[in-house]
């Protein structure tokens, strides 16, 4: 059930960064790509140059693949077109190109923005439906939705994670909420890499956090174990957020920023 050969998607990203090196010797054969050179490449590390928005490059990069994680595209909100472009047809082209190519599975980076509209006094799974905050938020649903398309009707093996906000600590209050440390986030990487009966899941990308606003019973019911919780971090993410201007609609909702960004809504209606 390892798989031989994993791909990093986004590999010159924040993230994929970190996860370069967190992964490092864990599987066989590890290989990279970005339309980015990743700045710090090592000579050991294998990097294939592709655009998502190219189905033909995405399948060059994913022949002899056995899994993908896939990082890459608009990972904040954007302009529609950005949006379309990195997060609905490069999504698209990612799953396509797997689904051609054999791969076995797939880790989607998802975000918690498929769900930024509900109130920060909500606890709730990820059976919710969904309520995104932004472009980007509606695209990581439809990236949830294609991966229970291509695990249903093609069998790919799919696990999404709807990452709160990685870093190496809680930056304000709100991500006393969401944040998800490093070495959390490996471990649901790797259930989504290794664990024998995954289908198609979609689990909370969070760590332990006693503010958490979601119940991850998915994710524990697939082992796992978050080692992490924001709250021994919380002085400094508190007097981080002292110092943020006042969004009297971001702090309302879980997705802050993302959910005041153009708002013209109507909140006695929400
Ligand atoms: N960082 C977080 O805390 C967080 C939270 C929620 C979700 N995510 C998701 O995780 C993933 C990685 O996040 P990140 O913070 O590393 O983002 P990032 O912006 O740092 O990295 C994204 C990478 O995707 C690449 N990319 C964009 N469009 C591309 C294209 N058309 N073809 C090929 N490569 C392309 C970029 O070059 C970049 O290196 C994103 O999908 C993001 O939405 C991240």
């Not at 970190?18 to 054969?29: E, S």
């Not at 471990?187 to 979601?214: A, F, K, M, T, Y």
Request: some cysteine; proline content about 4%; charged content about 25%.
């Amino acid at each position: 059930m390892i798989p031989r050969s994993v791909l990093i998607t986004g590999a010159a990203g924040g993230l994929g960064t970190r996860l370069r090196g967190l992964m490092r010797g864990l599987y066989p054969r590890l290989v990279l790509t970005d339309r980015a050179t990743p700045k710090d490449l090592q000579p050991d590390e294998t990097f294939v140059a592709a655009d998502l928005a190219q189905l033909d490059e995405m399948e060059r990069v994913m022949a002899g693949i056995d899994a993908v994680v896939h990082l890459g595209g608009m990972s904040v909100e954007n302009e529609w077109q950005a949006i379309l472009d990195a997060n609905i047809i490069g999504l698209y082209n990612a799953f396509e190109a797997a689904r051609r190519c054999g791969v076995k599975r797939v880790v989607f980076a998802s975000s918690f923005h498929v769900v930024g509209y509900y109130r920060r006094n909500r606890r709730f799974g990820t059976e919710a439906r969904v309520r995104p905050d932004s472009r980007y938020g509606a695209s990581k649903a439809f990236g949830e939705a294609l991966a229970s398309l291509y695990a249903d009707k093609h069998g790919l093996r799919v696990l999404s994670i709807r990452i709160g906000n990685i870093d190496d600590r809680p930056v304000d209050k709100r991500r006393l909420s969401g944040w998800l440390s490093p070495p959390d986030f490996l471990q649901l990487v790797r259930i989504g890499l290794e664990h024998p009966d995954l289908h198609c899941e979609i689990v909370w990308g969070v760590s332990d956090n006693e503010r958490n606003w979601w119940d991850n019973e998915a994710a524990l019911r697939l082992g796992y174990r978050p080692q992490s919780n924001a709250e021994t971090l919380r002085d400094q993410a508190l007097a981080a957020e002292a110092k943020l201007p006042h969004d009297p609609i971001g702090e309302l909702f879980q997705g802050g920023g993302f959910a005041s960004r153009e708002f013209s809504g109507d909140l006695e209606r929400m």
